[in-house]
């Protein structure tokens, strides 16, 4: 439902795990103290303030801004464990100030995110709060990415994928030349192919890596998430002009 003042959906609706933070925010503020005292033993504790944000996902920010730290925290961990909090505000200062920290704190704030509760309520939140990347179009000037697909589709998976949307992205990005974003079901290839002067068979290989990732879902291993999984990889590597496209795409 709207607020019929503001327009708002209420939150309730999407995000009904959230309770009323502010009875949370003392305890916070003490655990951030803590983990500023561990880190920075002989350095006066600046004013903390912790608040939760609704940020699309698992994000959190720590800054300082006049001698007053400022903590933003994902409003996902409005419940989260103690233990778990005061992991985070060892990572979060550890950041900021450039400090190292055991890795046992790192594992235990993947293994609580990792877990399949906290994944549902990231998905719901990026579901409901973020910003979709603009899908532009499936045909470019040189080549169209729906005949691509199809192709691969039936050349290597015997036409089992099932397609998503596809678009060629906005700019012609060297740093991400293809991606599958799972939320919104879309792959997106970067422009930067969309060029006589670029072979096909790195542009197949581009689309083809994306389909893999639609195939191959994620994996929870050791308290990280793994992407590329063994399996992935082999059949990754039964692309025809796997060599060739990863020696030219260097070049980029």
């Not at 001698?67 to 933003?72: A, D, G, H, K």
């Not at 409901?128 to 050349?155: K, P, W, Y």
């Amino acid at each position: 439902m709207r607020d019929q003042a503001t327009g708002i959906r209420d939150r309730g609706e999407l995000f009904s795990w959230i309770p009323d933070p502010w009875p949370l925010m003392h305890d916070l503020e003490l655990i951030f103290r803590a983990a500023h005292r561990r880190l920075r033993p002989r350095t006066p504790v600046p004013e903390i303030k912790v608040e939760f944000f609704p940020f699309a996902g698992l994000n959190h920010t720590a800054r300082l801004h006049e001698s007053r730290l400022i903590i933003r925290l994902s409003d996902i961990f409005t419940d989260a464990p103690s233990e778990v909090c005061y992991s985070l505000a060892l990572i979060l200062l550890a950041k900021l100030y450039r400090k190292k920290i055991d890795s046992v704190y790192h594992r235990r704030y993947r293994i609580f995110i990792l877990s399949d509760e906290i994944q549902e309520r990231a998905r719901i939140a990026r579901n409901g709060r973020c910003r979709i990347m603009r899908a532009t179009t499936s045909l470019g000037r040189h080549c169209d990415l729906n005949v691509l697909f199809d192709r691969l589709n039936e050349q290597y998976f015997g036409g089992s994928i099932d397609k998503p949307r596809l678009s060629w992205s906005a700019k012609k990005s060297r740093y991400v030349l293809g991606r599958y974003d799972a939320t919104h079901q879309t792959i997106f290839i970067s422009r930067v192919f969309d060029t006589t002067n670029v072979p096909l068979y790195v542009v197949e290989y581009v689309m083809f890596h994306e389909m893999l990732h639609v195939k191959h879902q994620s994996r929870v291993h050791d308290s990280r998430v793994i992407a590329h999984t063994p399996e992935f990889k082999i059949e990754e590597r039964g692309f025809s002009h796997y060599r060739e496209a990863k020696v030219w795409l260097k070049r980029i």
